[in-house]
Structures are given as C-alpha cells and as structure tokens.
C-alpha cells in the first residue's frame, strides 16, 4: 500500500503546484526596510493575498530615489507592475519618465496634509524628517540647524545621500526651504560634524543604534518604534525652531503592467483599513487614511513641528539640482 499511498501524495502536491503557477504574480518594487521581517512586507503581502488569489511579490531595490533609477535602467521592459516607495520630491522626475500610468480610481478619504490632487500617485503614509537622538546620551539637543553646528566639534551626525536615498533628497530640501540662498552656508557649518554619508536609511540607523553617531537623519515618528516595539523611551526627535520637512509617500502602477486590473486591485487596497492599519507599528509614519480608533498609544508622546515645509512637486525637481549642486561642492572640499 505504499507506493499508491505516495503517487496519491505525489498528485496532491503536483495539482498544489500547478494552482500554484496558474495564480497571477503582482510584483511591487519598493525600499528594503518595507520588506524586511520588522516592516509593512510581510503582513501586506499575507493580507492582499487572502482577498486577492494571487502572488504578490515584493522585490527591495534601496530607497526611493534608488528605486526610480532601477526603474528608468530597465524601463518599458521592468517587471514591477506597482512602484511603492517614492514621495512628492520625485514623482515630478517619475511622470516625466512616461513610464506610468494614471490612477483608475483617484480615492476621496485621504488624510495627508496637502490637498491631494495627483492623478498619478497613490500616497499611502506620511511624516517628518528630523534628527532622532538617544536621551540618555544627550540632554540637550540641539533646536535648530544653527544650534547643530555650534555643538562640539566631535558631535556627529549620520545622514543618507541625496542621489539615492529619500530622506537623504528630503534633507537637502529641508535645508533649501529653510535658509534659501543661504543654505550653502548652512553645509558648510554642518560638514564637519558629518561623520558619514550612508547611501540608504537602514545603514544610518544602524551605525546610530550601534552608537558611531550622537544623531540620526531619521524622523518625528521614529522614536515609537522605540517605544512601542521595544518599551524603551530612551529615543527622541529633535524639535526644529525652522519647522520639519514633510515627506508623503506614494504608489504608482507602471504603464507597462501585465496586471493592471490586480494592479488597479492593489492600490484599491492600499488605502483599505487593513492596510493602513498595518502602517503606524511597521512602517513607524502615519496613515493616509485616519482610523476611527486613532493611532497607537505611544504617537501621542512624539513632537509636532511647529511649521510644515514642503515643496509643490513641480518646483522640486529643478529646486533639488541647486540643492544638489550646493550639497556637492561643500563636501567635496
């Protein structure tokens, strides 16, 4: 009786094969800390899946600007049918790549802090930057961008590459709207406490965890990880006299999809409660779309910038070449 008992298992798991191949893949291109075990990944991907009898395949490709030079490399040929992990600061350089396609659906229910009226982009969480300290190592830290750079000499920071990263891209424009035409002197206060240059957020937060830096390039929202993942109130975002740059991350389908209805499906679901309920303890920002329930006990405790910046998505991209421009030439010397 063995050997039927085996070809019988030998047919079950061959049909269980075969319905496996026969389910449509949706592959997501987004930033390495999305999908880590730790973030959004995971749970997205066991929840879509429940609702949509596909295979959703997230594929990690650096941050976001790192993930839109992926893009233009491979171009109509890519294999992503979604783009998740780009924000307001790039999508202007996205569209002008022709290489996406318009939302199906716009949805009305969003709850970002700008009047959202993009026809392209999805935004599905958002924050602001700051620098994340440890409280026990630092009792009083600096409240500005002038008070970072009359800190001590060895006072460092770790901060993330413009041309790769988005908080990286976000700090350069934070520095531009705040101070202007003076923000080249800004870097040049500022490049001496720099101990180094990181080309994504993972690597940065690492080399601050491990205690290499006194502060991080992170943001306001960071500090509940801290708090509610690991019960330690140590962490804390330094509250900025010039006001805190805010950062909108969004979704986009590619033009080129061989699944746009699941595509279409997909973002549908990123602004369903069962996403964005996932975001605030995985993702550490806030949700596009508020619950009823609130945010997790520990956002409370976080700061709130006393001024919002951000540059309109069509200044961004001819603003951030003279930030570009300003960053490199003091960093260079």
């Given at each position: 009786m063995i050997r039927p008992i085996l070809f019988a298992a030998g047919l079950c798991l061959g049909a269980s094969a075969v319905a496996?191949?026969?389910k449509p893949v949706l592959t997501v291109y987004t930033y390495d800390s999305f999908v880590s075990d730790w973030g959004p990944g995971p749970k997205v991907?066991?929840?879509?899946?429940?609702?949509?009898?596909?295979?959703?395949?997230?594929?990690?490709?650096?941050?976001?600007?790192?993930?839109?030079?992926?893009?233009?490399?491979?171009g109509a040929r890519t294999e992503a049918d979604i783009l998740l992990g780009l924000?307001?600061?790039?999508?202007?350089?996205?569209?002008?790549?022709?290489?996406?396609?318009?939302?199906?659906?716009?949805?009305t229910h969003l709850d970002v802090p700008?009047?959202?009226?993009?026809?392209?982009?999805?935004?599905?969480?958002?924050?602001?930057?700051?620098f994340v300290y440890d409280k026990n190592k630092l009792s009083a830290p600096p409240n500005s961008f002038r008070d970072l750079i009359n800190m001590p000499e060895d006072f460092k920071i770790v901060i993330q590459d413009p041309r790769s990263s988005s908080p990286g891209l976000g700090l350069l424009l934070w520095v531009k709207t705040a101070y202007g035409d003076k923000a080249d002197t800004i870097w040049e206060g500022l490049e001496p406490h720099i101990l180094t240059v990181t080309k994504g957020w993972s690597e940065a937060y690492g080399m601050f965890l491990e205690g290499e830096a006194d502060m991080v390039l992170s943001y306001t929202t960071s500090p509940a990880y801290h708090l509610i993942a690991e019960e330690d109130d140590s962490k804390a975002a330094a509250s900025f006299e010039e006001g805190h740059y805010l950062q909108i991350e969004v979704a986009g389908k590619l033009a080129a999809s061989d699944q746009p209805e699941l595509a279409d499906q997909f973002l549908a679901f990123m602004t369903s409660a069962t996403f964005q309920s996932i975001i605030p303890t995985t993702n550490w920002m806030y949700p596009s779309v508020f619950s009823q329930d609130g945010l997790p006990a520990g956002f409370e405790t976080l700061i709130t910038p006393n001024e919002s910046l951000i540059i309109p998505e069509g200044k961004a991209e001819a603003i951030k070449d003279e930030a570009l421009a300003e960053w490199l030439a003091v960093l260079s010397r």
């Open positions: 496996a191949q026969d991907e066991a929840a879509f899946e429940a609702e949509c009898n596909c295979d959703l395949k997230l594929v990690g490709a650096g941050d976001g600007a790192a993930l839109l030079s992926r893009l233009q490399l491979e924000d307001t600061n790039l999508t202007a350089r996205a569209k002008a790549t022709g290489l996406f396609a318009p939302l199906t659906n716009r949805p700008v009047d959202w009226t993009d026809d392209t982009f999805l935004p599905y969480d958002w924050g602001y930057f700051a």
